[in-house]
């Protein structure tokens, strides 16, 4: 038996097809982490205005006369408008965009209003003009020297002195409805003095950096919660409820640990997503080798040479099955190899070092672990939409003699299997339950995570795996025992 | 144990409503090298799979060495050697690789053993190249070899001798006989050829619509045959006034007769009294063949 499996892989691996995939394999993954580490240097910074829209304003602006009452107001918000862009412009960084947009904005239209006054100024007027000169002036030179501290500040202040605003605003108020909306305003001005907090604490500057980023996903996170209302008898909305709360205290871990856990472009954080990212890569070279195991052999006249040895068919074709089998845990090895080396060589291997984290709903605390114990974790509860495609295509492979029927069937299956999973979850199809697309993905039950179906558990998943797993194998394993080897 | 390598009584094989096999007997000894033969689509590939277990049986047995082949598959076909139909080997392997592959299913088989018989069928020289490049005769060479490898006591060989040139077929000969005479093997070898086998079978079992016609000594069936003569005159005008019956004219000076071999002498004598001048006398060597092909003539692929 040991030998009909070694003589399997002999054959497998003397085949120049299977160099030719791997081969193919180690490009795609080269230049997926080449490619991904070419997008994630570029800037992506977006920024607010180009220049285009800086001749539109100043054309527009030429139309209007400031000194006419009726164009006043237009023409001091296109002004400042046009200020506003001109001197966005002049700043590459994302977060200085929105710093323009968000402070000195309001200073320059006020400034504007004294500055373009049609009525006579007053000395007042022109000693307010010139302080909002000097202010102006110093937050042009904070943004210079990038002092985000000085701005954060700004915000910390400005938050504190809102929330004051609302709280007094809620004694005065006795209506419930505007109580609840106050108390709600409050709760996300709440967060986000939260977030300055952090900022100003851990020295997390604003802009296109890990924990700035982490703390803009928690602020979202945390708001949606906040203002969403979830139903507590929905399912779906439970799940959904359940996504926010992960990706904030995932969040939250980073930002108050100055950890990394859950940066992605990082040969790290590649790996972690190995299986995301290269499991249809994985899928078609299961098939292949799966779904040529007994079809070639038949279609070559091999077989017959295979059949006239002293093993019973029974054994025979167990060998190919469990050969086909141990293919599996050499793909996804081979892959997770080839990931690991590509992705130190590109992004450097240091970054192996950091944990992976998760968010642990049982005990509500994010746990962390080592890249290659999550591998392990993820690689077993995987593995059974490998091996159930895998006895597919073999099954297939087996009754059909048809190789191209062997692989495109279970590839077909494989693409369709989300969308069944999608119209179960969103017609609740409860029946759907009982179907393997929807069990064979056992990762839905790690860290305590509601599964895609209510009250559905592990051991019920894994069942409904081996049931289907025996109906592919019993017609097969009769099949080929019974076969009568025609004349080619 | 009986001396019996191979036996298979009264096998039935029925695919759909078609009976391809109707009660096919036969018997290979151990040293007995018997000739298999039958027109196209007469039967003989498909009874060669029904003793190797390739095929169900609708109905008889097939006892290997004394093991029931259905019964005792295993036990009985352990010790079997079998080329079928083509010798379909794995094309993407060497030769070497292909031979080593099946002797890793066997205990008995090391590596020196591959390469004694690698010897055996003369592929030394090519034995590590691709089979891809073997022509069909190579091919042929190495399904023998891949089909001795475990030194079987039965061999079946279905139409080894396609593809291979004379000396090819000489040297298979050689190789048989060998083993059958000096390590008692049994072989059954099937061909529609039957000036193939002549030399080297000693036994000859016709097969026709999947019924045997007859199963005799090749030496026997050779008796039975009127052999052909053709004999060269010069005078064949003369010839034709003194014999009426039982000649034909090939050319202007030649003419075929069908007599046992003993009658020779007395023809030619009757030749001589009668004053003409013979040429040459001359068997047709074709003669087996067109006593098979008068027995199994006819046959229909149905």
């Not at chain 1, 003397?14 to 991904?36: C, T």
């Not at chain 1, 710093?99 to 006054?117: D, H, L, M, R, W």
């Not at chain 1, 040895?309 to 997770?336: D, E, G, H, Q």
């Not at chain 1, 299956?413 to 069990?439: D, R």
Request: charged letters at 25%; one cysteine or more; hydrophobic letters at 40%.
């Amino acid at each position: 038996m040991i030998k009909l499996i070694e003589n399997e892989f002999t054959k497998i691996f003397k085949k120049k097809s299977i160099w030719i995939v791997g081969i193919l394999i180690i490009l795609f993954i080269v230049g997926l982490n080449v490619i991904s580490k070419i997008v994630s240097e570029r800037s992506t910074d977006f920024l607010y205005y180009s220049e285009d829209y800086v001749q539109y304003l100043k054309e527009d602006l030429e139309k209007l006369d400031a000194k006419d009452p009726s164009d006043y107001a237009q023409y001091i918000e296109t002004k400042t408008n046009l200020d506003v862009a001109q001197l966005c412009l002049k700043y590459d960084e994302q977060w200085q965009n929105s710093i323009i947009e968000k402070y000195i904005k309001s200073t320059i239209t006020e400034y504007n209003q004294y500055y373009y006054s049609i009525e006579e100024k007053s000395q007042d007027d022109i000693q307010k003009e010139k302080e909002l000169k000097e202010q102006y002036d110093e937050q042009i030179a904070k943004l210079d020297a990038k002092d985000w501290r000085y701005f954060a500040e700004k915000e910390k202040a400005e938050k504190e002195k809102e929330i004051r605003n609302i709280e007094e605003q809620l004694n005065n108020t006795v209506s419930n409805t505007e109580k609840d909306q106050l108390n709600m305003i409050i709760e996300q001005r709440k967060v986000e003095l939260q977030a300055v907090d952090w900022r100003l604490d851990k020295d997390i500057p604003y802009g296109n950096n890990h924990l700035s980023n982490q703390i803009e996903n928690y602020v979202s996170s945390k708001i949606y919660l906040i203002t969403v209302q979830f139903d507590e008898n929905e399912y779906l909305d439970k799940q959904n409820r359940q996504s926010y709360i992960e990706e904030a205290e995932l969040a939250k871990y980073d930002i108050e640990n100055l950890e990394n856990t859950q940066k992605k472009d990082s040969a790290k954080g590649i790996l972690e997503d190995v299986f995301s990212n290269y499991e249809l890569l994985i899928i078609v070279v299961i098939v292949m080798i799966a779904g040529v195991m007994v079809s070639e052999e038949f279609n070559k006249g091999t077989i017959k040479l295979l059949l006239v040895r002293p093993y019973s068919r029974n054994k025979i074709l167990l060998a190919k099955f469990v050969t086909s089998m141990l293919m599996i845990l050499v793909t996804v090895v081979f892959i997770i190899g080839v990931q690991f080396i590509t992705g130190g060589i590109v992004y450097g291997f240091d970054s192996y070092g950091i944990p992976v984290s998760a968010y642990d709903f049982n005990n509500e605390t994010v746990v962390t672990m080592n890249v290659f114990v999550y591998l392990i974790i993820i690689t077993l509860t995987k593995i059974p939409i490998y091996i159930l495609i895998a006895t597919l295509s073999f099954a297939l492979s087996t009754l059909c003699n048809n190789s191209p029927v062997a692989i495109a069937l279970p590839l077909l299956g494989y693409m369709g299997s989300s969308m069944i999973n999608m119209l179960a979850v969103q017609y609740e199809l409860n029946w759907l339950k009982f179907f393997v697309t929807p069990n064979w993905d056992l990762t839905q039950y790690l860290f305590g995570k509601l599964p895609m179906f209510e009250n559905s558990t592990l051991l019920f998943s894994i069942v409904v795996c081996l049931i289907y797993m025996v109906i592919m194998l019993i017609p097969t394993f009769i099949v080929f025992k019974k076969k009568n080897i025609k004349n080619i | 144990m009986t001396d019996l390598a191979l036996e298979c009584t009264n096998l039935y094989k029925k695919i759909g409503k078609k009976e391809i096999l109707k009660g096919i007997s036969l018997k290979v000894e151990k040293g007995d090298i018997l000739g298999f033969i039958g027109p196209n689509g007469a039967g003989k590939t498909t009874t060669i799979k029904l003793i190797l277990g390739l095929q169900g049986i609708t109905h008889g047995t097939v006892k290997i060495n004394g093991y029931d082949v259905e019964k005792d598959f295993t036990k009985a076909i352990r010790s079997v050697g079998a080329i079928v139909e083509n010798p379909d080997l794995y094309m993407y392997l060497t030769g070497y690789e292909n031979l080593k592959l099946i002797s890793n299913l066997y205990k008995s088989v090391d590596d020196d053993r591959i390469k004694e018989v690698v010897k055996l069928v003369g592929l030394e020289n090519r034995i590590n190249d691709k089979v891809s490049k073997y022509s069909l005769g190579m091919r042929q060479r190495l399904g023998v070899a891949q089909a001795i490898l475990h030194k079987p006591n039965l061999l079946i060989l279905d139409e080894p001798t396609n593809g291979l040139d004379p000396e090819g077929i000489r040297s298979i000969r050689e190789l048989l006989v060998n083993l059958a005479k000096n390590e008692g093997m049994g072989v059954l070898i099937s061909s529609h050829n039957l000036s193939e086998l002549e030399n080297f079978c000693n036994k000859i079992c016709m097969i026709k619509n999947g019924v045997i016609i007859e199963t005799n000594d090749i030496y026997r069936i050779k008796e039975n045959i009127q052999s052909s003569y053709i004999i060269k005159v010069q005078n064949l005008e003369k010839v034709k006034s003194i014999i009426k019956q039982g000649i034909e004219i090939i050319d202007e000076n030649k003419f075929k007769i069908n007599i046992k071999e003993d009658k020779i002498p007395d023809i030619i004598k009757f030749l001589v009294e009668n004053d003409i001048k013979i040429l040459e006398v001359k068997e047709e060597m074709a003669s087996l063949e067109e006593a098979f092909l008068k027995k199994t003539g006819g046959n229909v692929i149905d």
